[in-house]
Every structure is written in structure tokens, then in C-alpha cells.
Nanobody, 127 residues
Framework: QVQLVESGGGLVQAGDSLRLSCAAS????????MGWFRQAPGKDREFVAS???????YYADSLKGRFTISRDNAKNTVYLQMNSLKPEDTAVYYC?????????????????????WGQGTQVTVSS
């Protein structure tokens, strides 16, 4: 069983940056694919970014260039660096873990690919 805890959210102004962290426990996730999703009020949870077990990232097209996903296997932690934040980035951000190393690309943009989810961290961007 994998437990995921997100942190780093908060209230920022448009144009600011934030770095979210996702700390895993229960198992070493170095062989897991990890993903970030977000859910705005009244909207479906949407894919943000993923990073495969081998370090290969994959991003939602609309977020490429502003968001960067990374992982530190020694700390069992995944990060999401968010730059040039916009009010439309306001959402609860969720971390997720997928144990199937065969998954890649668009498969990692699908919620059913992930068996483990964190509770989320709120990001609010004011204009």
C-alpha cells in the first residue's frame, strides 16, 4: 500500500511560482509512474503531468513550458514546479501513483491508470 501526501499549496498572485511536493510512504515509489492531476470547482479532475519510473516526463499540452515535474527517488518524493501562475490554475492538486511500468505517454494521463491517490493540496491564484 502506498500513501501519498501533497504539500506546498497556498494563495499566490498571478505570475507567481509554487512548488508542490508529494511525499510517498509505505513503499518505495522509485519503480512507480507518478502523476499530478487537478480539479477546479465544478469541473472534472484533469491531468497535469506525469513522470515515468525512468524519469521521462509527460505534460498536458496546455501546461507545457510553465509546469515541470521531477522526482527525487532518494526522498521518495515527486515535485511539481509551477511558474507564471494564472487564476485559471486555481484548483486542488492531487498526486497519484501507478505501479504498471508498461504505462507511458497518454496512458498516464488517464485517472484509471493510477491506483493510489493523495488527499490533495489547494492552490489559489488571485488576479
Amino acid at each position: 500500500q502506498v500513501q501519498l501526501v501533497e504539500s506546498g499549496g497556498g494563495l499566490v498572485q498571478a505570475g507567481d511560482s509554487l512548488r508542490l511536493s508529494c511525499a510517498a510512504s509505505g513503499r518505495t515509489v522509485s519503480s512507480y509512474n507518478m502523476g499530478w492531476f487537478r480539479q477546479a470547482p465544478g469541473k472534472d479532475r484533469e491531468f497535469v503531468a506525469s513522470i515515468r519510473w525512468n524519469g521521462l516526463p509527460y505534460y498536458a499540452d496546455s501546461l507545457k513550458g510553465r509546469f515541470t515535474i521531477s522526482r527525487d527517488n532518494a526522498k521518495n518524493t515527486v515535485y511539481l514546479q509551477m511558474n507564471s501562475l494564472k487564476p485559471e490554475d486555481t484548483a486542488v492538486y492531487y498526486c497519484a501513483a501507478d505501479s504498471n511500468t508498461a504505462h507511458y505517454g497518454s496512458t498516464l494521463a488517464m485517472k484509471p491508470s493510477y491506483a493510489y491517490w493523495g488527499q490533495g493540496t489547494q492552490v489559489t491564484v488571485s488576479s
